[in-house]
């Protein structure tokens, strides 16, 4: 045992040792606040560590992330939200912590830092603009920086580096290219594809556009649009509009298998960057959390409101989709919108937001929702929870709700009682229907069950929307994956 805290049992303990292995840094996380508190210990001697070593109070206010990028001769260098929403990189002695010594070595800018290393004697920061991705080079004292090509607009899934290797390994995909590795070599400035899948997919039919559009009280909120080439903007295509909105978290383009199956069936795809996710620093994620999480909601009512204004799609050929929180937005969005969409899918989704926290991990999502325990937060629970604004006589439109026995993060209950209650209520002939399935988890199902759900909702929401056969001359997508 190095570290516990009995007196925060619902608090998460992650540690992590220094690349030369002489410190050990333990951070607390309150649930799934994005604070932290942080400490430290010097182990000595890497080959015979200290494993007794009393650990050092560096920042315990609880009043910002504080995430270690690396030590290099007694220097901490820090990756902290500390009056720099967007976070910045700092430098400071571990003998001298305190952030009035504090020496910024890349400064709060346009982008969100997501990640920094050092990299063969340099820093490599992964940041994100609008969500895309940025990779930028820095000298250890934040100087001279200079940006690595990436691919397109997209996304870079991981950074590997170390300080003692000239090597910086980074993984990149985007909507219409599945994952790829490169290693760019420091010194030399130069990059080479490590791996690159073999996928029977011609993209040169299809491109992906962002663009801004004015949520409900004005807030500009990005959104991708992937779609053929010079598509017709009659109101006749089918669209799939997939959402999330929470918990600091940014929708980056990435690959999915069935996407070129939809857009060979002359499908749309569309995903906004709801507030309440991290998108542009943590105030994007504070303007859809707790009090104002009815601006997810809202957000995501006013992307599907401008693909229609605009003839990407109608009403009755618009199918929503999210998963776990996002399945909390896509209930919501149905009992708020009923009439707005063709189609719905909600996976896993937390849907009784009264009693969300009674409930297996329920309680770490506390900051990001409030509890009903608190007078005030029951308020905006209650006007949202979509279990509890279901009304009979609504007429509802085609939705699949899916969840697993085993899922012990967002418990079957939510699903349960929510399709009960919307069968009961539904006042028209579209179908409400339940999936379940067992010997998977929340975020993990064996290829061949997650095979069968992918296809059952992706079947489900296209003839919902009114797809029977693939438009004439389109030809067939063969996603096929080769090792």
Same mark, same amino acid.
């Given at each position: 045992?190095?570290?516990?805290?009995?007196?925060?049992?619902?608090?998460?303990?992650?540690?992590?040792?220094?690349?030369?292995?002489?410190?050990?840094?333990?951070?607390?996380?309150?649930?799934?606040?994005?604070?932290?508190?942080?400490?430290?210990?010097?182990?000595?001697?890497?080959?015979?560590?200290?494993?007794?070593?009393?650990?050092?109070?560096?920042?315990?206010?609880?009043?910002?992330?504080?995430?270690?990028?690396?030590?290099?001769?007694?220097?901490?260098?820090?990756?902290?939200?500390?009056?720099?929403?967007?976070?910045?990189?700092?430098?400071?002695?571990?003998?001298?912590?305190?952030?009035?010594?504090?020496?910024?070595?890349?400064?709060?800018?346009?982008?969100?830092?997501?990640?920094?290393?050092?990299?063969?004697?340099?820093?490599?920061?992964?940041?994100?603009?609008?969500?895309?991705?940025?990779?930028?080079?820095?000298?250890?004292?934040?100087?001279?920086?200079?940006?690595?090509?990436?691919?397109?607009?997209?996304?870079?899934?991981?950074?590997?580096?170390?300080?003692?290797?000239?090597?910086?390994?980074?993984?990149?995909?985007?909507?219409?290219?599945?994952?790829?590795?490169?290693?760019?070599?420091?010194?030399?400035?130069?990059?080479?594809?490590?791996?690159?899948?073999?996928?029977?997919?011609?993209?040169?039919?299809?491109?992906?556009?962002?663009?801004?559009?004015?949520?409900?009280?004005?807030?500009?909120?990005?959104?991708?649009?992937?779609?053929?080439?010079?598509?017709?903007?009659?109101?006749?295509?089918?669209?799939?509009?997939?959402?999330?909105?929470?918990?600091?978290?940014?929708?980056?383009?990435?690959?999915?298998?069935?996407? /070129?199956?939809?857009? *060979?069936?002359?499908?749309? #795809?569309?995903?906004? $960057?709801?507030?309440?996710? @991290? !998108?542009?620093?943590?105030?994007?994620?504070?303007?859809?959390?707790?009090?104002?999480?009815?601006?997810?909601?809202?957000?995501?009512?006013?992307?599907?409101?401008?693909?229609?204004?605009?003839?990407?799609?109608?009403?009755?050929?618009?199918?929503?989709?999210?998963?776990?929180?996002?399945?909390?937005?896509?209930?919501?969005?149905?009992?708020?919108?009923?009439?707005?969409?063709?189609?719905?899918?909600?996976?896993?989704?937390?849907?009784?937001?009264?009693?969300?926290?009674?409930?297996?991990?329920?309680?770490?999502?506390?900051?990001?929702?409030?509890?009903?325990?608190? /007078?005030?937060?029951? *308020?905006?629970?209650?006007? #949202?929870?979509?279990? $509890?604004?279901?009304?009979? @006589? !609504?007429?509802?439109?085609?939705?699949?709700?899916?969840?697993?026995?085993?899922?012990?993060?967002?418990?079957?209950?939510?699903?349960?009682?929510?399709?009960?209650?919307?069968?009961?209520?539904?006042?028209?002939?579209?179908?409400?229907?339940?999936?379940?399935?067992?010997?998977?988890?929340?975020?993990?199902?064996?290829?061949?069950?997650?095979?069968?759900?992918?296809?059952?909702?992706?079947?489900?929401?296209?003839?919902?929307?009114?797809?029977?056969?693939?438009?004439?001359?389109?030809?067939?997508?063969?996603?096929?994956?080769?090792?």
């Amino acid at each position: 045992m190095v570290y516990r805290r009995p007196d925060l049992p619902r608090w998460i303990i992650e540690g992590q040792v220094s690349e030369n292995g002489r410190y050990l840094f333990v951070s607390l996380i309150n649930g799934t606040s994005q604070n932290n508190e942080l400490y430290y210990a010097d182990l000595g001697n890497p080959d015979r560590p200290n494993a007794a070593a009393e650990l050092e109070p560096l920042y315990t206010g609880n009043d910002a992330a504080y995430i270690v990028v690396g030590v290099k001769g007694g220097t901490l260098y820090l990756q902290t939200t500390l009056h720099a929403s967007r976070s910045r990189i700092v430098a400071t002695p571990l003998a001298d912590p305190a952030p009035a010594h504090w020496r910024t070595v890349v400064p709060e800018g346009k982008g969100v830092i997501q990640t920094a290393g050092l990299a063969g004697g340099r820093m490599i920061v992964q940041s994100e603009i609008a969500a895309t991705s940025r990779l930028t080079l820095y000298s250890i004292r934040g100087q001279a920086p200079s940006q690595l090509a990436l691919p397109s607009l997209g996304t870079v899934t991981s950074v590997s580096s170390r300080d003692d290797s000239n090597s910086i390994y980074y993984g990149f995909t985007s909507f219409l290219y599945p994952g790829r590795i490169y290693r760019y070599a420091v010194r030399q400035a130069s990059t080479q594809t490590v791996f690159a899948p073999k996928v029977k997919f011609d993209v040169s039919p299809y491109e992906t556009r962002q663009v801004f559009y004015a949520s409900k009280d004005g807030t500009r909120v990005p959104m991708f649009i992937v779609a053929r080439r010079g598509v017709k903007l009659d109101g006749r295509n089918p669209t799939i509009l997939y959402g999330y909105g929470g918990f600091d978290i940014t929708l980056m383009p990435g690959f999915m298998p069935v996407l /070129p199956v939809w857009l *060979e069936l002359g499908g749309i #795809y569309a995903v906004p $960057n709801l507030r309440g996710g @991290g !998108t542009f620093g943590e105030k994007w994620h504070d303007a859809g959390m707790l009090a104002h999480k009815q601006n997810v909601f809202d957000d995501f009512a006013w992307a599907a409101k401008y693909l229609i204004a605009h003839g990407y799609t109608s009403s009755k050929h618009l199918g929503i989709q999210g998963y776990s929180n996002g399945g909390l937005l896509t209930g919501a969005s149905i009992t708020e919108h009923p009439e707005l969409f063709g189609a719905a899918y909600i996976g896993h989704g937390v849907l009784d937001m009264l009693r969300y926290q009674d409930f297996s991990g329920g309680a770490l999502w506390a900051p990001e929702y409030g509890t009903s325990s608190s /007078p005030r937060a029951f *308020e905006w629970l209650y006007a #949202y929870s979509p279990l $509890n604004n279901i009304h009979r @006589g !609504t007429c509802y439109p085609p939705t699949l709700i899916t969840t697993s026995w085993d899922d012990d993060r967002v418990v079957p209950m939510h699903e349960f009682k929510f399709t009960a209650a919307m069968q009961r209520a539904q006042a028209c002939a579209n179908p409400i229907l339940l999936r379940t399935t067992g010997a998977t988890s929340h975020t993990y199902m064996p290829t061949d069950k997650q095979i069968a759900q992918t296809a059952d909702v992706w079947a489900f929401e296209a003839y919902s929307l009114g797809v029977r056969k693939p438009p004439a001359g389109a030809a067939r997508a063969v996603a096929a994956h080769k090792p």
